[in-house]
C-alpha cells in the first residue's frame, strides 16, 4: 500500500474541502436550520455532491494503480477484505471529513446541541460515502485508470444528480441528496428516508466489492476474468438487493423526507386566544403573545374568534368548525414576519379549502386582496407599521369600508360564495 | 488508416459514437433537472444531450490515450494529428446521427444536432486543453470537472446561468462555449506541430 503522503484523498481533500464549502455558504440559508439540529445535520446533505465524488474518485484512483501493479506491489499477504479496507479508509475518510465539516458548520448555526438522532443520519452520509468509494473501487479494478477516474466522477455525479430529479419519489432517497428538503420548524424528519439511504448503501457497498475483485489477486491479471460467475452473481444480486430494498423502504415517502410533528410536541400559551408553538419554533424567542395580539387585532373587527391558534402542519381544521386557526411560524422570522404569517392566517385557511366551483380564479384573486388587507391592517395595529401599497380601488375606501369589505369578503368565501369587488357595495 | 483506427480500439468508440448520437438525438430537446438548488427561486434545469457528449468525450478521451505513449512523441507518424482527425471524424458522425434521429423522431434536425455538436465540442476542447498541459490520461477529468462544477455554481443571483457556465444554456447560440471550441482547435493544432504537450510532468 502506498503511505498516506501519496494517497490520493490526501492532496485532494483540500480542493474539494474549499469547493464544498464555497458551495454551502453560496446556496444554502443558514436561517432555515435555526433550532433544529435534525434541519441542520439534514441540510448538509446538499455537500454530498462533493463528499461522494471525492470518496469515488480517489478510490478509483487506488483502485487503478493497483489494477496496473497488481502482483508487484500487493502480493496476497493480506486477505481480499483486508486489501480493500487499507485501499479505501483514506478516501472514506476523505469523504467524511468533507461531510462533516458541512454538518459541524449547519450545526453551529442552529444554535441547538445535537441530539442522539442525528446520528442516524451522519451514519446514513458515512455508509453513502463509502458505497461511492466501493463503486471507484469497483471501477478502478475492473477498467483501467484512463476510463476507471472519469467514470467514476460521471457514475457517482449522474446517480447523485439524477436519482434525486425523477417524479418516482423513493429513487430520491437512495442517493440521500434529498434529504435537504427537510425540515419546516413545525415537521421532523422521516425515519424511513435514512434507513432507504442506509440499507441501500450498505448492501451496494458490499455488492461492489464483491464485483471488485477476489482473493487472488495473483491469479490473473485481468480481474474480471478472475472473478468467478458465483462471485459475480453474489455482487450483482447484492446490488439488485440494494436497489429493491432502498426503494421498498421508501415506497411512502413522497416529495419532502419529513412529517408533521404531533401536537402533543406544541407548548400552548395562557393568552386568548391560546397560541401553540413547538420547541423548534420557540428558540428564537417566545414570541406566541406577538401572534395572540395579530389574531386578536382582527377578531376585534369581527373575524371569528379561533380557541386555539397553532403553527402545527398535523392536522387540518377549520376556525368555524374546530375553532382552531392554523398559522406558520419559524424561528427567524422577524416580528413584522410573525405578524404577517398571523393576519395571513384566515386568507390561507380560504385558500387551504378553495371551494369546487368554475371561479377559481376569482376566489384566488379576492382571497389575496383579503391577505393584503388583513397583514397591513394588523401590521398598523400591532406593530405600528403602516399600511401601504394596498390595490386600488381597496385603497381608496375609508378604514370603515375596508373593514366592512373585508368582513363581507370572508363571510362570503367562507360560504363559497365570490365577494363582490371592493367599492361595488361598499 | 487502419492503425489509427485499431490502435485507438475503434470499435469501441465507434460503438460509443453511435449509442450517443442515438440518444442525444432522442433527447436532444428534452431538459433534465439538476437537483442540488430544487429549493431556490433560480433555473435548476440543461438540456439532456450533456450527457451522452460527456460519456462519448470521456470514452474518446481514454481510448485515444491508450494509443499514445510517450516513446512515441519521437515517432515519424503523427499521432497527436491522427489522434485529432480520429476524434473529429467520429465526433461529426455522432453529431449526424443525433441530427439525423432528430429529424426521424420529429424533434427537428438542426436544434439537437446543433446541440449535441456544440457540447461535445466544446468538451472535446477542454479535453484537449488539458492534454495541451500534459494532463495525458487524466484530461478526461477536465471536461467531467468542468460539467460537475458548472452544475453546481452555474446560477447567479439575476436567476439565469454565468456565460462561463454555457453548457446548461438550451440554446447553441453560447459565446463562451464557441470560444472554449475555438480555443481547442488552436490547442490541438498546437499539439499536432509540436508533437509534445506544453508541459511534461
Known sequence: ?426 | MTSVFRTRQGLTCLFATMICGVGAGFYGQKLISIPFLGSLTMPTQMPAPVIPALLLCVILGACVTGAERRWMHASVRNIWAHSAVFVIILALLSTLLCSGVGALTNQGMVMPGALYGRDLAGLLALWVLGRLFGLFAAATVVPVGYVVFASAFARNKEASFYPWAWIMESHPQAWMGICIIATGIVAALILALRRQPLYIG
Open chain 1, 1 to 426: 500500500m502506498y503511505p498516506l503522503a501519496k494517497r490520493p484523498s490526501v492532496w485532494l481533500l483540500p480542493l474539494f474541502l474549499v469547493v464544498a464549502l464555497i458551495y454551502l455558504f453560496s446556496y444554502t440559508e443558514m436561517e432555515s436550520v435555526r433550532g433544529s439540529s435534525q434541519a441542520a445535520v439534514a441540510a448538509a446533505s446538499t455537500t454530498l455532491l462533493f463528499s461522494c465524488l471525492l470518496s469515488s474518485v480517489s478510490s478509483a484512483v487506488e483502485s487503478s494503480r493497483e489494477h496496473l501493479s497488481r502482483g508487484v506491489l500487493d502480493a496476497a499477504s493480506r486477505n481480499y477484505f483486508e486489501r480493500v479496507f487499507f485501499r479505501l479508509w483514506p478516501s472514506v475518510t476523505a469523504g467524511v471529513i468533507v461531510q462533516f465539516t458541512s454538518a459541524i458548520i449547519l450545526l453551529l448555526n442552529s444554535k441547538v446541541i445535537p441530539q442522539l438522532s442525528d446520528a442516524l443520519i451522519l451514519l446514513g452520509y458515512v455508509l453513502a460515502i463509502t458505497a461511492h468509494a466501493a463503486f471507484g473501487n469497483f471501477l478502478g479494478q475492473w477498467f483501467h485508470g484512463r476510463f476507471s477516474i472519469p467514470l467514476a466522477l460521471v457514475g457517482s455525479y449522474v446517480f447523485l444528480a439524477f436519482t434525486g430529479t425523477t417524479s418516482f419519489f423513493p429513487l430520491h432517497y437512495l442517493s440521500g441528496m434529498t434529504l435537504n428538503g427537510c425540515c419546516m420548524a413545525a415537521q421532523n424528519i422521516n425515519f424511513h428516508a435514512i434507513w432507504a439511504l442506509i440499507v441501500f448503501s450498505a448492501l451496494a457497498t458490499t455488492g461492489f466489492i464483491f464485483l471488485a475483485g477476489t482473493n487472488r489477486p495473483l491469479e490473473k491479471k485481468r480481474n474480471s476474468a478472475a472473478l468467478s460467475s458465483g462471485h459475480r452473481a453474489t455482487g450483482a444480486l447484492l446490488i439488485l438487493a440494494s436497489v429493491s430494498t432502498g426503494l421498498w423502504l421508501g415506497k411512502d415517502l413522497e416529495g419532502i423526507p419529513a412529517v408533521a410533528m404531533s401536537d402533543e410536541q406544541f407548548e400552548c400559551s395562557n393568552t386568548r386566544p391560546q397560541v401553540c408553538l413547538n420547541r423548534v419554533q420557540l428558540s428564537g424567542g417566545d414570541r406566541r403573545m406577538l401572534v395572540a395580539q395579530s389574531i386578536s387585532s382582527l377578531t376585534k373587527i369581527g373575524f371569528p374568534e379561533p380557541q386555539r391558534v397553532t403553527a402545527s402542519m398535523d392536522t387540518d381544521p377549520t376556525v368555524e368548525e374546530d375553532g382552531v386557526l392554523l398559522t406558520a411560524f419559524e424561528p427567524s422570522y422577524t416580528d413584522e414576519q410573525v405578524v404577517y404569517a398571523a393576519a395571513s392566517s384566515y386568507a390561507s385557511a380560504l385558500a387551504n379549502h378553495l371551494c369546487d366551483s368554475d371561479d377559481f380564479d376569482q376566489q384566488f384573486a379576492m382571497i389575496q386582496l383579503l391577505q393584503e388587507w388583513s397583514t397591513g391592517y394588523a401590521q398598523e395595529q400591532v406593530l405600528g407599521i403602516p399600511s401601504v401599497g394596498l390595490e386600488q380601488p381597496l385603497a381608496s375606501l375609508n378604514r370603515d369600508q375596508q373593514q366592512t369589505w373585508a368582513l363581507g369578503a370572508y363571510g362570503s368565501l367562507a360560504r363559497c360564495e365570490v365577494p363582490a369587488k371592493p367599492g361595488k357595495d361598499s
